[in-house]
C-alpha cells in the first residue's frame, strides 16, 4: 500500500472511530477534503504503476511474439536451404524445438512478470528504510548530560466553566464546572467520545 492511500485509509478509520467527535467538532468537511486529496494523490500513483505495468506487459509480448516470428522464419529458411542444397542441416524437428523452446521461456516469463511490481514495491520501501536506518540522530539518547526539569508542584483548578462545540452551539456540555486536579495524580475525564 502506498503511502497516500495508506493515509487515505488512516484518515477514515480514524473519523469513523471517533465519528461523535467528528460530528460534534463539526469536521467533517475538513476530513472529507482531507480524505479526498490523499485519494488524489493515490489516484496518480496508481496511474503511474499502471503505465508502468502496461509497458511492461507489452515489452514482454512483444519480445515473445517476436521471438516466435523470428523462430518460425529463420527456421524454415534454414529448412529451405537444407532441401535445396541437400545438406540435411536443419530439419522440421529441431527447428519445431527451439520454437517450443521459446514458448517455454516466454510463458515462464509470462509468470514471473506479475510479481515484479512487488520486487519494485520492495526495493523502494527498502530505500525508504535505508535513509532512516543511516540518518544521524540529533539527539543521543544514551547521554546522560543535559537540563534536568524540576518536578512541578502545582496543581490544575478550573471554576466555573462553560462549553458548546461550534457545530451544536444551542447545546451546552459543561455548564459551570469546577474541577481541581491536584499535582502528582493521574487524572482522566471520560465520556461517550473518548
Known amino acids: 500500500m502506498s503511502d497516500y492511500a495508506a493515509t487515505a485509509a488512516s484518515i ?5 472511530s471517533n465519528i461523535l467527535v467528528v460530528q460534534a467538532f463539526g469536521a467533517n468537511r ?3 477534503m482531507k480524505f479526498a486529496n490523499a485519494l488524489k494523490s493515490s489516484e496518480r500513483e496508481g496511474l ?10 507489452g515489452v514482454l509480448y512483444f519480445i515473445a511474439y517476436s ?7 529463420q527456421g524454415s529458411r534454414r529448412i529451405a536451404d537444407s532441401v535445396r542444397n541437400g545438406t540435411g542441416g ?9 520454437i517450443f523452446i521459446l514458448i517455454e521461456a516466454t510463458l515462464l516469463l509470462s509468470q514471473v512478470a506479475p ?10 520501501s527498502f530505500e525508504k528504510l535505508r535513509g532512516d536506518i543511516n540518518r544521524q540522530s540529533l539527539i543521543n539518547g544514551t547521554d546522560a548530560s543535559g537540563i534536568r526539569l524540576t518536578q512541578a508542584q502545582g ?11 461550534p457545530a451544536r452551539p444551542e447545546v451546552t456540555v459543561l455548564n459551570g464546572i469546577d474541577l481541581s486536579i491536584p499535582p502528582n495524580k493521574h487524572t482522566a475525564i471520560v465520556g461517550l467520545s473518548g
Open 12 to 16: 477514515a478509520s480514524e473519523a469513523l
Open 30 to 32: 475538513r476530513l472529507e
Open 48 to 57: 503511474k504503476k499502471a503505465t508502468a505495468v502496461g509497458i511492461q506487459s
Open 67 to 73: 521471438a516466435n516470428g523470428l523462430a518460425f522464419w
Open 90 to 98: 536443419a530439419t522440421v524437428g529441431s527447428t519445431f524445438t527451439v
Open 115 to 124: 510479481f515484479l511490481h512487488l520486487f519494485v514495491a520492495a526495493v523502494a
Open 155 to 165: 496543581g490544575f483548578e478550573f471554576k466555573n466553566v462553560s462549553f458548546t462545540y
